[in-house]
């Protein structure tokens, strides 16, 4: 490193320390919120996750339905090609708002989401006999007539093993984020590329914004 780059990130930081000072209060907000996901029973938890995806389509419900009339606008008959280019300008314009919105509402999230998604973890890697029993949902009962190795229908529980066979190896799962992981899944949902070594989770860092960015249910 030359003196003029030295001097440089000696006045005004690296790149690394600027990203940690952005980032860190994050990863604050995760781990303090995490006690209170805790407590929860596992029903709670994702009773509270139907909230948080609530919250999302409440943000956006407006120019939801909004984008929804103006397509059915534009596949009327008598809607002339000249109208046709305007409401496609309208919907280009709110889907933009859509987006940005939701962005916002995931920035807003992201902490309880994230304490949520570790303490999942957690409640697996600990889990009783290898098991988890929920209260049966839809989604649970498709799964499970799906013949997903991992979950079972009992009566009206759900019961989740905390092992499957993936490639022939039978797996069980013993992982739970750190505080580092919590970081790089901030990182990630930023936009930014979170840089690794080999065995640092980079795949349990990644069920954090692909959990957090799913709730929007746009794929």
Not at 154 to 183: C, I, S
Not at 211 to 216: I, Q, R, T, V
Request: net charge negative; glycine share 8%; proline share 2%.
């Amino acid at each position: 490193m030359g003196v003029t780059a030295s001097l440089l990130k000696l006045f005004f930081g690296s790149k690394a320390d600027k990203d940690r000072k952005t980032i860190q209060p994050y990863v604050d907000r995760i781990l303090a919120v995490y006690p209170q996901i805790q407590q929860l029973s596992d029903d709670e938890l994702r009773e509270r996750v139907t909230a948080l995806k609530v919250v999302i389509r409440e943000r956006i419900a407006e120019d939801e339905k909004r984008i929804g009339e103006l397509k059915a606008r534009m596949e009327e008959a008598e809607v002339e090609i000249g109208e046709k280019e305007q409401i496609g300008t309208e919907i280009d314009r709110l889907k933009k708002q859509v987006n940005e919105a939701i962005e916002r509402v995931l920035d807003e999230i992201l902490p309880e989401v994230f304490a949520i998604v570790k303490d999942t973890a957690r409640r697996f890697a600990q889990a009783p006999e290898g098991t988890i029993t929920v209260t049966a949902t839809e989604a649970d009962r498709e799964l499970a007539a799906k013949g997903r190795d991992f979950i079972t229908i009992e009566g009206d529980k759900a019961v989740y093993r905390n092992r499957w066979t993936a490639g022939g190896t039978e797996v069980t799962w013993d992982m739970v984020h750190y505080d580092v992981q919590l970081f790089g899944g901030v990182a990630l949902h930023k936009g930014n590329v979170a840089e690794m070594a080999t065995g640092e989770g980079k795949t349990l860092v990644a069920t954090l914004p692909v959990f957090l960015n799913a709730m929007a249910g746009k794929g």
